[in-house]
Protein backbone atom coordinates (compact mmCIF):
# COMPACT_ATOMS: atom_id res chain seq x y z
CA UNK A 1 0.00 0.00 0.00
CA UNK A 2 2.77 2.78 0.90
CA UNK A 3 4.41 1.85 -2.64
CA UNK A 4 1.37 2.33 -4.54
CA UNK A 5 0.77 5.91 -2.60
CA UNK A 6 4.10 6.93 -3.05
CA UNK A 7 3.92 5.73 -7.33
CA UNK A 8 0.41 8.12 -6.98
CA UNK A 9 2.42 10.90 -5.16
CA UNK A 10 4.93 10.83 -7.95
CA UNK A 11 2.45 10.69 -10.37
CA UNK A 12 0.25 13.75 -9.12
CA UNK A 13 3.81 15.85 -8.97
CA UNK A 14 4.73 15.01 -12.37
CA UNK A 15 1.27 16.12 -13.22
CA UNK A 16 1.20 19.45 -11.32
CA UNK A 17 4.72 20.22 -13.29
CA UNK A 18 2.88 19.90 -16.74
CA UNK A 19 0.24 22.26 -15.59
CA UNK A 20 2.83 24.42 -14.53
CA UNK A 21 4.41 24.32 -17.66
CA UNK A 22 1.46 24.57 -19.70
CA UNK A 23 0.66 27.91 -17.64
CA UNK A 24 3.40 29.30 -18.22
CA UNK A 25 3.78 28.69 -22.22
CA UNK A 26 -0.33 30.42 -21.70
CA UNK A 27 1.82 33.56 -20.03
CA UNK A 28 4.26 33.67 -22.58
CA UNK A 29 1.57 33.85 -25.02
CA UNK A 30 0.15 36.95 -23.19
CA UNK A 31 2.98 38.71 -22.68
CA UNK A 32 4.58 37.97 -26.29
CA UNK A 33 2.54 40.54 -27.89
CA UNK A 34 2.14 43.35 -25.15
CA UNK A 35 5.94 42.93 -25.20
CA UNK A 36 6.25 43.47 -29.11
CA UNK A 37 3.37 46.62 -28.69
CA UNK A 38 6.34 48.49 -25.98
CA UNK A 39 8.68 47.29 -28.14
CA UNK A 40 7.47 48.73 -31.63
CA UNK A 41 5.74 51.94 -29.62
CA UNK A 42 10.17 52.85 -28.19
CA UNK A 43 11.31 51.98 -32.11
CA UNK A 44 8.95 54.38 -33.17
CA UNK A 45 9.80 57.34 -30.67
CA UNK A 46 13.44 56.88 -31.65
CA UNK A 47 12.26 56.53 -35.04
CA UNK A 48 10.72 59.42 -35.01
CA UNK A 49 13.28 61.66 -33.03
CA UNK A 50 15.81 60.69 -35.58
CA UNK A 51 13.50 61.54 -38.52
CA UNK A 52 12.49 64.60 -36.83
CA UNK A 53 9.06 64.46 -36.26
CA UNK A 54 8.72 65.44 -32.70
CA UNK A 55 7.53 68.90 -32.33
CA UNK A 56 9.87 71.53 -32.11
CA UNK A 57 9.27 74.77 -30.39
CA UNK A 58 10.29 78.26 -31.78
CA UNK A 59 13.62 78.71 -31.33
CA UNK A 60 14.49 81.62 -28.43
CA UNK A 61 14.75 84.69 -29.73
CA UNK A 62 12.54 84.46 -33.06
CA UNK A 63 9.09 85.20 -33.96
CA UNK A 64 6.77 83.48 -36.09
CA UNK A 65 6.03 84.82 -39.47
CA UNK A 66 4.10 87.80 -39.57
CA UNK A 67 6.33 89.82 -36.87
CA UNK A 68 4.06 87.50 -33.99
CA UNK A 69 0.91 88.39 -31.97
CA UNK A 70 -0.25 91.09 -29.58
CA UNK A 71 -1.91 90.26 -26.43
CA UNK A 72 -4.51 92.50 -25.61
CA UNK A 73 -5.12 91.75 -21.53
CA UNK A 74 -8.60 93.04 -20.10
CA UNK A 75 -8.55 93.10 -16.72
CA UNK A 76 -10.78 95.27 -13.63
CA UNK A 77 -9.47 95.73 -10.26
CA UNK A 78 -7.45 93.00 -10.16
CA UNK A 79 -3.81 93.34 -10.22
CA UNK A 80 -2.48 90.01 -8.38
CA UNK A 81 -4.10 88.68 -11.72
CA UNK A 82 -2.79 91.28 -14.60
CA UNK A 83 0.56 90.31 -12.65
CA UNK A 84 0.35 86.34 -13.29
CA UNK A 85 -0.99 86.95 -16.29
CA UNK A 86 1.94 89.04 -17.90
CA UNK A 87 4.69 87.03 -15.99
CA UNK A 88 2.96 83.59 -17.40
CA UNK A 89 2.81 85.21 -21.19
CA UNK A 90 6.13 86.92 -21.33
CA UNK A 91 7.78 83.95 -21.83
CA UNK A 92 5.99 82.78 -24.89
CA UNK A 93 8.51 83.51 -28.46
CA UNK A 94 6.05 84.36 -30.40
CA UNK A 95 4.82 87.46 -28.35
CA UNK A 96 5.71 91.16 -29.97
CA UNK A 97 3.46 93.33 -27.08
CA UNK A 98 1.19 93.78 -24.42
CA UNK A 99 -1.69 95.93 -24.31
CA UNK A 100 -3.37 95.98 -20.89
CA UNK A 101 -6.96 97.50 -21.25
CA UNK A 102 -7.32 99.80 -18.02
CA UNK A 103 -10.39 100.85 -17.87
CA UNK A 104 -10.57 101.97 -13.57
CA UNK A 105 -11.25 105.53 -12.37
CA UNK A 106 -7.15 105.26 -10.98
CA UNK A 107 -4.82 105.07 -13.38
CA UNK A 108 -2.26 102.07 -12.82
CA UNK A 109 0.36 102.71 -9.96
CA UNK A 110 3.99 103.41 -10.49
CA UNK A 111 4.69 100.11 -8.45
CA UNK A 112 2.74 98.29 -10.78
CA UNK A 113 4.09 99.74 -14.16
CA UNK A 114 7.62 99.18 -12.37
CA UNK A 115 6.89 95.19 -11.38
CA UNK A 116 5.67 94.43 -14.86
CA UNK A 117 8.66 96.28 -16.73
CA UNK A 118 11.14 94.20 -14.32
CA UNK A 119 9.44 90.93 -15.75
CA UNK A 120 9.22 91.54 -19.21
CA UNK A 121 12.84 92.50 -18.48
CA UNK A 122 13.51 88.86 -16.84
CA UNK A 123 11.62 86.97 -19.03
CA UNK A 124 13.56 89.20 -22.08
CA UNK A 125 14.51 86.64 -24.41
CA UNK A 126 18.10 87.02 -25.83
CA UNK A 127 17.85 90.93 -25.24
CA UNK A 128 14.65 91.20 -27.08
CA UNK A 129 12.09 92.85 -24.90
CA UNK A 130 8.37 92.42 -25.26
CA UNK A 131 7.15 96.05 -25.47
CA UNK A 132 4.18 96.88 -22.43
CA UNK A 133 1.06 99.59 -23.10
CA UNK A 134 -1.19 100.57 -20.70
CA UNK A 135 -4.49 101.61 -22.52
CA UNK A 136 -5.98 104.18 -20.35
CA UNK A 137 -9.64 104.67 -20.84
CA UNK A 138 -11.94 107.07 -19.19
CA UNK A 139 -15.23 105.30 -19.39
CA UNK A 140 -15.62 102.10 -17.46
CA UNK A 141 -17.35 100.32 -20.80
CA UNK A 142 -16.99 96.72 -22.10
CA UNK A 143 -16.28 98.06 -25.50
CA UNK A 144 -13.04 99.78 -24.36
CA UNK A 145 -11.49 96.09 -24.99
CA UNK A 146 -11.94 96.26 -29.30
CA UNK A 147 -11.10 99.97 -29.35
CA UNK A 148 -8.44 101.03 -32.28
CA UNK A 149 -4.87 100.33 -30.96
CA UNK A 150 -2.64 103.17 -32.08
CA UNK A 151 1.21 102.18 -34.05
CA UNK A 152 0.28 98.25 -33.38
CA UNK A 153 2.81 96.55 -35.13
CA UNK A 154 0.92 92.87 -35.37
CA UNK A 155 -1.66 91.89 -37.40
CA UNK A 156 -2.51 89.07 -34.83
CA UNK A 157 -4.22 90.01 -31.77
CA UNK A 158 -5.04 87.41 -29.01
CA UNK A 159 -7.54 88.91 -26.94
CA UNK A 160 -7.55 87.75 -23.37
CA UNK A 161 -8.91 88.21 -19.48
CA UNK A 162 -6.70 88.35 -16.85
CA UNK A 163 -8.11 85.60 -14.56
CA UNK A 164 -7.10 82.74 -17.74
CA UNK A 165 -4.18 81.85 -19.08
CA UNK A 166 -3.23 78.75 -21.58
CA UNK A 167 0.94 77.37 -21.59
CA UNK A 168 2.71 79.03 -23.91
CA UNK A 169 2.98 75.77 -26.80
CA UNK A 170 -0.80 75.84 -26.45
CA UNK A 171 -0.87 79.55 -27.23
CA UNK A 172 1.74 79.28 -30.33
CA UNK A 173 -0.20 76.64 -32.03
CA UNK A 174 -2.97 78.65 -31.74
CA UNK A 175 -1.54 81.21 -33.20
CA UNK A 176 -0.46 78.48 -36.50
CA UNK A 177 -4.16 77.68 -37.02
CA UNK A 178 -5.05 81.64 -36.99
CA UNK A 179 -2.59 82.35 -39.63
CA UNK A 180 -3.81 79.56 -42.01
CA UNK A 181 -7.64 81.23 -41.39
CA UNK A 182 -6.52 84.81 -40.55
CA UNK A 183 -9.73 86.61 -41.50
CA UNK A 184 -11.69 84.52 -38.94
CA UNK A 185 -11.75 84.13 -34.89
CA UNK A 186 -9.92 81.02 -33.61
CA UNK A 187 -10.02 80.67 -29.73
CA UNK A 188 -9.97 78.14 -26.70
CA UNK A 189 -13.94 78.95 -25.52
CA UNK A 190 -16.68 77.71 -27.63
CA UNK A 191 -20.25 78.46 -27.29
CA UNK A 192 -23.72 77.94 -29.41
CA UNK A 193 -27.02 79.39 -30.50
CA UNK A 194 -30.21 77.30 -31.98
CA UNK A 195 -33.50 78.29 -32.96
CA UNK A 196 -35.65 77.98 -29.77
CA UNK A 197 -39.15 76.00 -31.36
CA UNK A 198 -40.87 76.45 -28.29
CA UNK A 199 -41.12 79.81 -29.57
CA UNK A 200 -44.01 79.74 -31.82
CA UNK A 201 -44.95 83.15 -32.38
CA UNK A 202 -41.47 84.32 -32.83
CA UNK A 203 -38.11 83.49 -34.21
CA UNK A 204 -36.22 83.05 -30.85
CA UNK A 205 -32.49 82.33 -30.49
CA UNK A 206 -30.74 80.35 -27.31
CA UNK A 207 -27.67 81.01 -26.06
CA UNK A 208 -25.87 77.97 -24.91
CA UNK A 209 -22.57 77.24 -23.09
CA UNK A 210 -19.94 74.99 -22.65
CA UNK A 211 -22.45 72.04 -21.47
CA UNK A 212 -24.33 72.69 -24.55
CA UNK A 213 -21.60 72.48 -27.06
CA UNK A 214 -20.16 69.07 -25.14
CA UNK A 215 -24.30 67.66 -25.81
CA UNK A 216 -25.08 69.23 -29.44
CA UNK A 217 -20.82 68.66 -30.42
CA UNK A 218 -21.54 72.09 -32.64
CA UNK A 219 -20.52 75.35 -31.97
CA UNK A 220 -21.33 79.33 -34.16
CA UNK A 221 -18.95 81.59 -31.71
CA UNK A 222 -15.34 81.29 -29.65
CA UNK A 223 -15.63 83.81 -26.82
CA UNK A 224 -12.97 86.64 -26.98
CA UNK A 225 -11.52 85.98 -23.61
CA UNK A 226 -9.15 83.93 -25.02
CA UNK A 227 -9.17 84.21 -29.04
CA UNK A 228 -7.08 85.35 -32.07
CA UNK A 229 -8.22 87.61 -34.42
CA UNK A 230 -7.21 90.33 -36.86
CA UNK A 231 -6.15 94.06 -35.77
CA UNK A 232 -8.73 94.92 -38.33
CA UNK A 233 -11.69 94.02 -36.61
CA UNK A 234 -10.73 96.64 -33.82
CA UNK A 235 -11.65 99.30 -36.25
CA UNK A 236 -14.81 97.80 -37.46
CA UNK A 237 -16.45 96.93 -34.19
CA UNK A 238 -15.60 100.88 -33.24
CA UNK A 239 -16.36 102.87 -36.21
CA UNK A 240 -18.58 100.41 -38.25
CA UNK A 241 -20.30 98.16 -36.12
CA UNK A 242 -23.78 99.98 -35.52
CA UNK A 243 -23.80 102.08 -32.69
CA UNK A 244 -26.82 100.65 -31.41
CA UNK A 245 -25.21 97.51 -30.26
CA UNK A 246 -22.57 99.41 -28.45
CA UNK A 247 -24.44 101.10 -26.71
CA UNK A 248 -26.19 98.17 -25.59
CA UNK A 249 -23.13 96.72 -24.35
CA UNK A 250 -22.29 99.74 -22.40
CA UNK A 251 -25.92 99.68 -20.74
CA UNK A 252 -25.84 95.92 -20.29
CA UNK A 253 -22.61 94.94 -19.12
CA UNK A 254 -22.28 92.24 -21.26
CA UNK A 255 -21.85 90.63 -25.00
CA UNK A 256 -18.90 92.63 -25.98
CA UNK A 257 -18.01 88.98 -26.74
CA UNK A 258 -21.08 87.80 -28.51
CA UNK A 259 -20.82 91.23 -30.52
CA UNK A 260 -17.53 90.61 -31.67
CA UNK A 261 -18.51 86.97 -32.79
CA UNK A 262 -21.78 88.62 -34.91
CA UNK A 263 -19.22 91.34 -36.24
CA UNK A 264 -16.40 88.33 -38.02
CA UNK A 265 -19.08 86.15 -38.85
CA UNK A 266 -21.55 89.07 -40.79
CA UNK A 267 -18.00 90.18 -42.34
CA UNK A 268 -16.56 86.71 -43.90
CA UNK A 269 -19.79 84.64 -43.71
CA UNK A 270 -17.54 81.93 -42.10
CA UNK A 271 -17.53 79.58 -38.69
CA UNK A 272 -15.12 80.60 -36.15
CA UNK A 273 -12.45 77.74 -35.31
CA UNK A 274 -12.13 75.85 -32.31
CA UNK A 275 -8.65 75.48 -30.87
CA UNK A 276 -8.57 72.30 -28.15
CA UNK A 277 -6.43 73.55 -24.77
CA UNK A 278 -6.72 73.22 -21.15
CA UNK A 279 -7.25 76.32 -19.26
CA UNK A 280 -6.05 77.68 -16.84
CA UNK A 281 -8.88 79.46 -14.18
CA UNK A 282 -6.44 81.53 -12.07
CA UNK A 283 -9.31 84.24 -10.65
CA UNK A 284 -12.96 83.68 -8.80
CA UNK A 285 -15.84 83.14 -11.11
CA UNK A 286 -17.58 86.03 -13.02
CA UNK A 287 -20.25 87.30 -14.43
CA UNK A 288 -21.04 84.06 -16.15
CA UNK A 289 -21.84 82.70 -12.72
CA UNK A 290 -25.01 85.13 -11.91
CA UNK A 291 -28.88 83.59 -12.00
CA UNK A 292 -30.08 84.32 -15.19
CA UNK A 293 -26.85 84.58 -17.10
CA UNK A 294 -27.59 82.54 -20.42
CA UNK A 295 -31.14 84.13 -20.52
CA UNK A 296 -29.62 87.49 -20.67
CA UNK A 297 -27.35 86.10 -23.02
CA UNK A 298 -29.80 84.76 -25.40
CA UNK A 299 -31.30 88.05 -25.18
CA UNK A 300 -27.96 89.95 -26.37
CA UNK A 301 -28.38 87.56 -29.10
CA UNK A 302 -31.60 88.38 -30.24
CA UNK A 303 -31.22 92.17 -30.06
CA UNK A 304 -28.47 91.87 -32.18
CA UNK A 305 -29.78 89.51 -34.95
CA UNK A 306 -32.60 92.54 -35.52
CA UNK A 307 -29.73 94.65 -35.34
CA UNK A 308 -28.54 93.36 -38.51
CA UNK A 309 -31.16 92.21 -40.00
CA UNK A 310 -30.64 88.48 -39.83
CA UNK A 311 -28.54 85.58 -38.09
CA UNK A 312 -24.83 85.50 -39.66
CA UNK A 313 -23.86 83.19 -36.76
CA UNK A 314 -22.33 79.97 -38.49
CA UNK A 315 -22.13 76.74 -37.19
CA UNK A 316 -19.51 74.48 -37.08
CA UNK A 317 -18.26 70.69 -35.75
CA UNK A 318 -14.48 71.09 -36.65
CA UNK A 319 -12.12 71.24 -33.75
CA UNK A 320 -8.51 72.24 -33.78
CA UNK A 321 -6.27 69.97 -32.13
CA UNK A 322 -2.64 69.40 -32.09
CA UNK A 323 -1.20 66.06 -33.10
CA UNK A 324 1.82 66.08 -32.20
CA UNK A 325 1.37 66.20 -28.73
CA UNK A 326 -1.00 63.38 -28.81
CA UNK A 327 -0.87 59.42 -29.23
CA UNK A 328 -3.87 59.20 -31.21
CA UNK A 329 -5.49 61.76 -33.51
Not at 82 to 95: A, I
Not at 173 to 183: I, L, T
Amino acid sequence: MVVMRGGYSRRLVQRLRQALIGLGSVRVKLLLPCFVLFMLVVVAGRAANFMGWRHKPLKQGSLPLGKGYTILINTWKRNDLLKQSVEHYSSCSGLHSIHIVWSEPDPPTDSLRGFLHHVLQLKSINGREVDLHFDINQEDSLNNRFKVIKDLETDAIFSIDDDVVFPCPTVEFAYSVWQSAPDTMVGFVPRMHWLDKTKEDEMYYAYGGWWSVWWMGTYSMVLSKAAFFHRKYLDMYTNQMPASIRDYVTRNRNCEDIAMSFLVANATGAPPIWVQGKIFEIGSTGISSLQGHSERRSQCVNRFVIEYGHMPLVESSVKAVDSRRRWFW
